[in-house]
């Protein structure tokens, strides 16, 4: 360790701007609104918040815990509360998860730039309908405009990674997460008032249970990892650079309350667009680059580009999360210079990047490895550190501010509880659903 004091991030606002960043997604934009139409609309959603309130946001606290009592990167923090155990190895999981999903992610961040690019010179309007739904595939059959698109968008992670926690991380959040709701705000205004929106906004309210089995249950759990960041170590990495006035209780409720608000409004942003152009929704990058550019299409210069503005930002604030995981790990254990970590971490990032900007199998194993294996992992071992190796009352302390926090105190018991029994078993039964 250096002996230089450790940033942080400086204030509340900050915080949770950044940690929202990191949550607010993809995940959001292209899985969410087509999970709720496909799993019981209403009826997925209430589902989706279930499972977030008992298993997702007591792994997001107990991450929380572990990074702010330490002030430590993922492995620092672990060892500090089980000194000399074998529990710190969950440091090469978070490693090696944010490492493989900030390479797959920063290919798809680097869609989102040429869309963007896209939408700014040419624009989707007047295109017919045929060209609109041919350029991604005429995109990423092309080698090297996903190799520069992916060179862009990592360059931009690891330059504010690079620039620090105040200076980069919190000042681009703070900036960047309000004009993103604002934009949303704007694209569900101008979809839902479109001709025909309302089949859109019934797709996604309608609720029913029937759809409610056990798949459903494991995807709105498994959305809800993905969607708070959880098990790869960003939110511990963040919690690490908090002040020690803040509370975890209201950074952790404001996260997700800003994160699954987003996701429902990128679902109104998205159906009915969808709808009232008379298509079918679909999931994952279909959906964003092959679906919405059709109906770009027919809607004028100035939607496409908010929209692929607001993905390429809410890409952006996730992926230097995920950078900052390796890089405080550079930093922190092995004294590294923060320039020094970012470019290193640029160039092996691009490298696994670009074998998924070529490979569609290369591409969709690292989201499914990630997501099923690494983040089941890291959040489980995240459950039991917290939940059987430190000490309750330190976990109570930091809970709720040695003891200053009004209602923290009286629902510590109840997340104890989640974090000691229901998380751990939880995670272990979606895993295997979701593997099996
Ligand atoms: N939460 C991000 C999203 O919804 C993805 C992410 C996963 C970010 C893991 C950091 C770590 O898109």
Redesign the pocket.
């Known amino acids: 360790m250096s002996g230089k004091a450790r940033e942080n991030f400086g204030s509340r606002f900050t915080v949770v701007m950044a940690l929202a960043g990191?949550?607010?997604?993809?995940?959001?934009i292209w899985r969410f609104p087509y999970m709720v139409g496909e799993h019981g609309g209403a009826a997925f959603i209430i589902v989706y918040v279930l499972c977030s309130l008992f298993i997702a946001l007591p792994i997001f606290f107990s991450e929380s815990i572990l990074g702010k009592s330490t002030g430590k990167d993922t492995f620092g923090a672990i060892e500090s509360v089980t000194p000399g155990t074998k529990w710190k190895n969950e440091g090469y999981i978070a490693l090696l998860g944010?490492f493989i999903?900030v390479s797959y992610?920063s290919v798809v961040g680097g869609w989102s730039v040429d869309f963007l690019v896209r939408s700014l010179t040419t624009g989707f309007a007047g295109e017919s309908l045929e060209e609109a739904s041919g350029i991604f595939t005429s995109m990423t059959s092309s080698v090297w405009e996903p190799l520069v698109t992916l060179t862009v968008f990592l360059g931009i992670t690891a330059y504010i990674v690079g620039r620090g926690i105040e200076k980069g991380i919190g000042l681009f959040t703070k900036v960047m997460m309000p004009l993103l709701f604002l934009m949303i705000v704007v694209i569900v205004i101008r979809s839902c008032t479109l001709p025909g929106a309302g089949k859109g906004i019934e797709y996604l309210l309608k609720p029913d249970f029937s759809k409610i089995d056990g798949p459903a249950i494991a995807a709105a759990l498994g959305q809800g990892f993905?969607?708070?960041?959880?098990?790869?170590g960003?939110v511990l990495t963040y919690s690490s650079y908090m002040r020690k006035e803040e509370n975890v209780v209201d950074t952790g409720v404001w996260t997700a309350v800003f994160?699954t608000f987003f996701a429902i409004m990128a679902s109104f942003a998205i159906m009915p667009a969808v709808f009232a152009a008379g298509l079918e929704p679909s999931a994952g990058p279909s959906l964003v680059y092959e679906t919405l550019p059709v109906i770009f299409s027919k809607m004028g210069r100035v939607v496409p580009i908010i929209f692929f503005l607001s993905i390429l930002i809410?890409?952006i604030t996730?992926?230097i999360?995920?950078m900052e995981v390796q890089a405080a790990y550079l930093v922190d254990q092995k004294g590294m210079s923060r320039k020094k970590a970012t470019t290193l971490l640029f160039c092996a990032s691009w490298i696994v990047g670009a074998l998924c900007a070529v490979s569609t199998r290369i591409f969709s194993f690292c989201d499914f490895i990630s997501s099923n294996v690494f983040?089941m992992i890291g959040a489980f071992v995240v459950a039991i550190v917290v939940g059987w190796k430190m000490k309750k009352s330190v976990v109570r302390n930091e809970f709720t501010n040695n003891g200053t926090g009004k209602g923290a105190g009286a629902v510590f018991p109840v997340v104890w509880f989640l974090v000691r029994w229901v998380a751990p078993i939880g995670i272990v039964i979606i895993a295997i659903t979701n593997l099996l």
């Open positions: 990191s949550a607010i997604g993809l995940g959001n944010s999903i992610y993905f969607s708070l960041s959880l098990g790869v960003c994160d809410a890409a996730s992926s999360s995920m983040m």
